[in-house]
């Protein structure tokens, strides 16, 4: 009896794993406001009312340069959208954020207003990797919200499983590490032993604003002010936590497995 | 001790510095003790450093509830230095605290059965040092963590064991430390807000409105009445998303595959349901002091009604699954066991004593905000074991999504923020949520600038940790993982 009930129970709720990345990726929620865009060739000159309203001083203007907005800092709680009257900071609703170098989620310049998306690992890597990922997790520092999301990717609605990839439970077992937290001093040891007992070659991710610059905990004494402090980063994955979406689309995009014209924002704005 | 000495308040509450009651040390300790004799709970105990005459002195403030009575209390110590006699040797409930005092301001509590720090280096690592070790020859240690095998966070376990028999358990965390506490003080700051939300990043809701909750009491305020239930709505939400993700955790411990599948997905749907609200699945940016930062405008909240009943009736399919079936009952029942007078004595909160048939909950007992006007009825149930702590949270889940039903068709019209005025200078504040790990309390003193002087936020798991200890004695070590999922205790709350 019970174990009909099981099967019935199985049919009728079908597949639930969504068709990203073959048919089009889940929306982000309205409010989210997805990646920023930040022109800062329509800042006037002196304003400057962007910079206070930062938690994580993410927004700079040094004298004689251009405003300049570090989404790796960036907790995107959207108050600088809000208290910039020029429209020079705009969410643009896309959920790509993933980067390769820290520069590359540095914004403002003319021709730099957008995210610089990661590109794929090279040829030899992708070879290794691109159908076989075995990573290893080490939240240091972490709150638990980015560890949560990860979690999700798990589950039956995103299926990580299918693109090969999988978290493992020893750093022996795996091909690389995947970071969360701003690195509290007391990780630090354990973190520096989990990379080292990782075998090359390898790969580190840093997911969430922490990870990548220390988040709201920057500059605390207590920190390290992230992952690059101790290890070498090879994608940096923005968000206070990064959507899940977000966090799929960066390690797809690491291991060249995303076709632009599916899982892509439509052209408009890529 | 006469009662009456110490300074009774309801939640939230401010009062001026100057009229909480002091003591000399000695009397505090006894009045603390007839307190928590006559049935107290203790909520907060935590130094304030002051110049006193002779050098740097630390008060010790204690607030202490009384949950049959609806009421809270505070008391503060003379400036003291040095040490004084423990309060643990005779009230195991104040043992974290004692040792976090001694870790933070160096005032020794003399005679305390296990005094090491609570979450700091100490050069090597928080786990590096003596653990406590039961000897002889088939003795055997085993040593978890700090990196764990799942995407979770770090913290070390020291099991003593014979055979497979766990004799005891010592948890030693820490590993998060982040400095949160040691940062409020000449706050609040820009980052302050951000820092508490992530203070326990699961918990962000809960945390965030006790301290604006703190904020709006020493402003002498309150937030209006729409942002009050928004938080009511959005903390029920982050109650749910966890309870659901917890019972697909403890199934998947168990093997029990339909459930954990099925559940991992809705933990997903009511993170979502949040993100309506906010745009954060965590409800980040939701609360602020003096309201909240977004409205749930009529098409957003029908849009939030839609998804809400298939969740609910999601996740009560899923469950049943689980409790319809004998091989989850069989591993859960009589495993991990915590006696009431345990959980008493340690003073456990949430849903970890409620499943010791204790009936605690702020949102009856203290309520505030929202839950002054409507509260889901108490999730108690006996036992205290794996499968009491499954069925507590089972329970709340139907509750919680009863009362989200109800109230979304309640919502008072209105604003949702309030300018608040500067904070009272020279002021004590407290304020207790019941987030979905149980009683999350903040309290502030501000100096005489209206700034902060020192913030004390004590999460539910300071309080729970030990419960998980207990309950693995004479348990089979392999019953770790459901033990401690059971609990599902915060790591960074602790450690902050």
Redesign the interface.
Known sequence: M?VL??IT??LR?GC?TMAYPDGPAPA??????GALRVEAARCPDGCAECI??????AIARPPGRTTSLDLGRC????ACVEACPHGAIEQTGDHRLAARSREDLVLGEKGGEEVRLARALDEKLRRLFGRSLRLR????????????????L????WDLGRFGIQ?V???RHADGLVIT??V????E??LRK?YEATPEPKIVIAIGA?AIAG????D????RNGASAVVPVDLFIPG??P??ITILDGLLRLLGRLDEKAAGRPAAGA | MSAVSFLLLPNPSSTPWADVPEFRMRDFLAATAGELDRGGRLCAWFGVPEDAPGGAAVRIVVAIAFDNDNTLEVARSEPVRGSYPALTVTHPQAHLFEREVWEQHGLEPAGHPWLKPV???HG???AVGDFFRVDGREIHEVAVG??H??????GHFRFQCSGEEVLHLEIAL???????E??LPGGPH??T???I??????A?IAHATAYATVLETLAGCEAPLRAQWIRALALELERMANHA?DIGALAGDVAFL?TA??C??I??DF??LT????????G??LVRPGGCR?DLEPDRLRRLGQRLAPAIADVE?ASR?FW??ASVRSRFEFVGVVTPRQATEMGLVGPAARACGLVRDIRFDHPAGWYRFAQPPVAVWPGGDVFARARVRWLELQRSGRFLTDELANGPEGEIRAEIPPAAPDSLAIALVEGWRGEVCHAALTGADGRFRRYKIVDPSFHNWTGLALALRGQAVSDFPICNKSFNL???GF?L
């Not at chain 1, 988040?215 to 920057?218: A, L």
């Open positions: 019970f009930d099981s129970h199985r709720r639930q982000l929620p309205d409010r989210h406001g206070p309203v930062c938690p994580t001083q907790l995107f709680c959207s997790q080490v939240s240091a520092g972490g709150c638990n919200a980015c560890e949560a999301d990860i979690n999700v798990g589950t039956i609605g978290f439970a020893s750093p937290g701003p509290s001093r007391n990780m040891l354990a989990t922490c988040g709201p905990f920057v605390s004494p207590e920190v206070c936590p959507h899940p | 979450r700091k280096d090597a690592g928080p700090p990196v095998a799942g995407i979770i966070e770090p820490g590993f998060q430390h982040r400095g949160i040691e940062a820009p980052a807000l951000s820092r939300e992530t203070a326990s990043g699961d962000s993700g339909p599948s099925a991992g997905k933990r997903g993170l979502n993100a309506i609200l906010c745009g954060n699945r965590f980040r940016g977004h399919e699954w319809d079936a915060s790591y960074c450690d």
